[in-house]
């Protein structure tokens, strides 16, 4: 009788624990699954653009690829800086202070061997200074950005810092304002005047004597000389519209778009790496930008090729050609006849293929190359407005 009368309070008893394990397991489960929904979703957030230490390629006019064009820091950090509206020689004036304090390694710690990289998760604790202009401490920058939802990745780059500098001076971050010292800077006509400028009221360095003035300002005359002549080409890749020349004759049709189509007469590939330009055998090809030749010949499927390099990650090819008028290490300028048009390779009729090629990947040339209004668009691509 007692047995079973207490049968069922067992039952309940037992129904009762499982139920609480079972969502106290799932309760225990869940944190690392909401721990890292959050940061996933501060992640997508931050890679949107939405938040504003990420660089918007879509407003960064001098942007082609989701890191700043540039063949070493010095130019990246210049390229950012005109970009966004600053003069030349303002521009100088920030790099001859960078040079100094950092050498432009964005990981540099300050009293650690020069050039060498302590990482902002290392170097978040340190009093020291740290980073492209030596924030100090250290954290006036890797905690404000951490707080914006950067990745210490991403915070060790020279994109994020810039970002983060450009900020201060216009006094958008969300700490650590230095709008006054980017005010200053922003009415400077020379390079020792944006230079001291930039010196005095931003960097704020112990030795504020004129020798120290004059050492940053020797840099920034360096990097002016080096850097305000540019040409599209060599501002390390940012080659837009109207920088550009047409690489075939103004009446030549278009006859493929870059991207998915269905293969031409079973030859041609379905995902078409560059854009088709027909003109007619032994039409003109023209170089789209200054740059040095680093391949003219024969390359099996692409046939009579030539290859123009126009910065450390920029480089257009040239294909399908009937003859070849460069040799590999000449220096082309825009416009100049490389090649005539032609058939070699894999390939239905005369035409130009032609590829840029940003990072050692294809891109979509007409996002760049205006169309003229001369030329036939039977293709139907999508181009930028016509320049
Ligand atoms: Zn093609």
Known sequence: MDILKRTPKIKIFITTTTIVVFFYLVYLLSFPLVASAISRQQRNTYNSGSIHYDIDISTYTGACIGTLPGANNAEKVWNFFISKGFSPEQTAGILGNMAIESGFEPMQLQNTRWGSKTPSSEAESSRLGWGLVQWTPARKVITTLRGEGASYDYIDTVEQQVAFLLDQLEGTAPDHNEKAAGDDLKIQTTVAGATESFMKEYERPRD??????????????????????????????????????????????????????????????????????????????????????????????????????????????????????????????AGQRIADEGSTGSSTGSHLHFEIKRNNEQINPFTELAIPDTVTNRANCTSIASS
């Open 208 to 333: 504020q004597s004129d020798s120290a003035v004059q050492k940053r300002v020797v840099q920034a005359e360096n990097y002016f000389n080096q850097f305000s002549g540019n040409t599209a080409g060599g501002a390390g890749g940012c080659i837009t519209a109207g920088n550009w020349t047409w690489p075939s004759t103004q009446t030549a049709t278009v006859t493929s778009c870059f991207g998915l189509r269905s293969s031409p007469g079973g030859i041609g590939s379905r995902n078409h790496r560059g854009v088709d330009i027909a003109a007619g055998m032994g039409s003109p090809v023209y170089a789209a930008a200054d740059g040095e030749v680093t391949f003219s010949g024969s390359a099996g499927d692409a046939g009579l090729m030539v290859v123009i390099k126009h910065s450390e990650i920029l480089d257009t090819r040239y294909l399908h050609n009937s003859r070849l008028l460069v040799n590999i290490g000449d220096q082309v300028t």
